[in-house]
């Protein structure tokens, strides 16, 4: 929505600090937590991003629409994942690096695919990226 408004700059900016978020927050419950930990870095800096968002467009817009069924669906996404990732953590403890990033991939391979089946903007946002990458 904020490219949208074009304000692609701030759209770039809010992911850059979500990004960079993500992956501190991850790596810090990591080692306190364990694989959980990144779970909950992801909800939480999910949750972070909208809120990040909502504000930016409160500032830019006259009335901002909360998109509280789309962060319906992150956090029901958010929640799979982190029974799956909970799940095969008890079939398969994380012994390595190796382990730790297997663990890792199945829940990026299961929140992302939770998201595209669940959700119609996440569908049309990955249909216009593969159709920009394809165009080149």
Known sequence: SLDGLDFPELNTAVSAVSLVANV????????????????????????ADYLLRLYFLSCIATRPAFPARELGKQVAASALMGAVVWGALQLLPVRSWVDLVVLVGLGVLVYGTCLVVISSAVRQTARSVFEDAVAG
């Open 24 to 47: 501190a927050l991850g790596v810090w419950l990591a080692f306190r937590m364990g694989p959980l930990g990144i779970v909950i870095a992801t909800v939480v800096t999910t949750a």
